[in-house]
């Protein structure tokens, strides 16, 4: 009987990210049968791997979370409920697989008599082949091979993996994510920079409504809500009140940059870090009862004492109430003056957004270049969190192009480059010859057609580094802009 494991889990079990197994799909060196992997091939092709210890697996995982920095990550076990409903569920496999062991003990025992009978009154040549049998058998019963042991480990460590998380797709978009902790569908989702449909993110407005295909799910938090029972029969649930029990395909729009509303909120002051005298970033936290909803690369309005100011989001969207904005100091900005001059912690910041549409072609598996120059850092970093949230893009590679503000945020960069093997990054000096900075980095792609660049900077930076990337034959559709305001 066939053990099937989606990618995503086996990317996990063998500690490696979905990327390096799309390239070992790509390359022939894995065999999937409708996305997913049999237990089989994942002993042939990890025959290194060991799977009684996860250290790796581990290491790699610790490694993320600190180039990811500020994402949230609960290591809380699932809603009781949901444990419940998983630990009967695993229960009622065991107790098909004892079944089915004592079934197979009650045939052998019945081979066993029969073999006796035959051999009674059977000829000497006959007499032999069965006790060959019968010593077959008995061999294969008490030896474990060595296949069927590592794949136990497997089993059991996919096991554990399915107690403490479900995994879930969506459709039809095709993201893929894991539900942790106490988490429900929508907190997942948001977690992991899919973004889904909602409103109130607490049961009163009925925005988040998707369909289940398969699998199941119980409610987790009470809703004012009232779901129609024609509804219900249809497999209508609402995201952001039910957690998965198992594996689940749901139907769900996700949300492009036109599909967000403008909202308005306050926020509070949670930090203020102070980069250089040029640059600083400002750390704001929203309430609990009402995120802002936006996409990486998305700008935001922001207003304190009656002074002003729109800047680009630099943190993603997977990092749940925590905004970070990052501001250069800039002759006129009253906003930016106010921010160097010291905020307090706790200070009431009014936040309106999300706006602009600079933000990633999820349905796009190209390798992308990131193109930020000086304090275009923000929105680019914002647009590669998220692309590493989401794990689509083949290959990023981060060119960013100092202004007087330098490298500010150098150690991060490195961060996400040792945490990532798709990931490149590379500095480059503040200079005032842009076309040329920007011609001889492109000279390093002799396959340009192949990517999606994504570039951030001022209206003529942007002009010049276009007309760079399109004559190298850059296609003019996969060029997308950030222009920084001011
Ligand atoms: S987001 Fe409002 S009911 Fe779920």
């Known amino acids: 009987m066939s053990h099937l494991l989606p990618l995503s889990r086996v990317a996990r079990l063998v500690g490696q990210s979905r990327h390096t197994l799309q390239e070992m799909i790509r390359a022939g060196t894995l065999a999937t049968f409708d996305g997913m992997v049999e237990l089989d091939e994942l002993l042939r092709a990890f025959p290194e791997v060991k799977w009684d210890d996860d250290a790796e697996f581990r290491r790699v995982s610790e490694i993320k979370d600190k180039a990811f920095a500020k994402r949230v990550r609960e290591l809380a076990l699932p809603d009781k409920d949901v444990l419940t409903a998983r630990l009967n569920e695993l229960g009622n496999e065991y107790a098909a697989a004892k079944a089915l062991l004592l079934h197979y003990g009650n045939v052998m025992t019945w081979l066993d008599e029969k073999i006796d009978e035959i051999e009674e009154d059977a000829s000497a040549e006959t007499h032999h082949a069965l006790h060959s049998v019968r010593a077959f058998l008995l061999r294969n019963i008490h030896e474990m091979p060595a296949a069927a042991e590592q794949a136990q480990r497997i089993i059991a460590q996919e096991r554990i993996l399915k107690i403490m998380s479900a995994h879930v797709t969506i459709q039809p978009s095709g993201h893929e994510f894991f539900v942790e902790s106490n988490d429900t569908l929508l907190q997942a989702a948001l977690r992991n920079g899919v973004s889904l449909n909602y409103g109130c993110s607490n049961g009163n407005c009925g925005d988040c409504k998707a369909r ?14 009232v779901l129609k029972q024609a509804e219900k029969d249809a497999g209508v649930i609402l995201l952001c009140a039910y957690a998965p029990v198992n594996d689940v395909v749901v139907e769900a729009n996700v949300a492009g940059a036109r599909d967000i509303p403008v909202q308005q909120l306050v926020a509070k002051v949670k930090s203020v870090e102070i980069f250089n005298p040029q640059m600083a970033a400002l750390h704001i936290l929203a309430p609990r009862s009402q995120r802002l909803r936006f996409l990486g690369g998305q700008s935001v309005q922001l207003g304190i004492d009656g002074v002003q100011g729109r800047y680009a989001i630099a943190s993603c969207p997977c ?21 160097f001059d010291g905020l307090k ?3 009431s910041v009014s936040v309106e957004g999300p706006y602009g549409e600079f933000v990633l072609d999820e349905d796009s598996p190209r390798p992308v270049i990131f193109l930020a120059f000086g304090a275009g850092f923000a929105p680019i970093k914002s647009l590669i969190q998220h692309a590493m949230s989401l794990e689509i893009a083949e290959s990023m590679d981060l060119h960013w192009l100092a202004d007087a503000a330098g490298h500010y945020q150098d150690n991060l960069c490195r961060a996400w480059t040792d945490a990532l093997d798709n990931f490149n990054y590379a500095p480059h000096p503040h200079t005032a010859d842009t076309a040329a900075q920007v011609q001889a980095l492109v000279n390093d792609y002799p396959d340009l057609p192949r990517f999606d660049v994504y570039a951030s900077g001022t209206a003529s930076q942007l002009a010049q580094a276009r007309a760079v990337f399109v004559n190298a034959g850059l296609h003019e559709a996969r060029w997308f802009a950030g222009e920084l305001a001011g």
Request: glycine share 6%.
């Open 212 to 225: 289940l295909v398969s699998g199941s799910v119980k409610k987790v938090h009470a809703h004012d809500y």
């Open 319 to 339: 990092e749940d109430r925590h905004i970070e904005v990052q501001i250069p100091r800039n002759d006129g900005d009253a906003f930016a003056a106010r921010l």
């Open 345 to 347: 912690n706790n200070d």
